[in-house]
């Protein structure tokens, strides 16, 4: 359904996908957890970003954490979150570090 690196994907249709409004995925950029790039008004998300917030919805909908919780162990580079990660989602998860540190010294 989505190609790997492109990102073409408009909120409303990714929001639909994970089963949220797009009020979530604008909370989600709030603190960081997806980048997605943005074409004037319009955000458009990868297959990446995709598979990076469905992993998230997973530890807070299976798991039981909150969002400040997950965050807190993303920003410690916590073993729990890589640990129970399937390889791609890792691979998601160093694009969000190398995003967020670079969002980090922009901001510097």
């Known amino acids: 359904m989505f190609s790997e690196?492109?990102?073409s994907y408009p909120?409303?249709?990714v929001a639909e996908f994970l089963g949220v409004n797009s009020r979530t995925l604008y909370y989600y950029e709030k603190f960081m957890l997806v980048v997605p790039q943005r074409r004037g008004r319009k955000r458009?998300?990868?297959?990446s970003d995709i598979k990076w917030l469905e992993y998230v919805r997973e530890l807070m909908y299976e798991q039981g954490m909150n969002l400040r919780s997950i965050i807190v162990l993303i920003k410690r580079r916590?073993?729990?979150i890589m640990d129970k990660c399937p390889e791609d989602v890792v691979n998601?998860?160093?694009n969000y570090l190398m995003r967020l540190k670079k969002e980090e010294e922009d901001n510097n």
């Open 5 to 7: 690196e492109d990102k």
């Open 44 to 47: 458009y998300y990868s297959k």
């Open 78 to 80: 916590d073993r729990v």
């Open 92 to 94: 998601c998860f160093k």
């Open 11 to 13: 909120i409303e249709l």
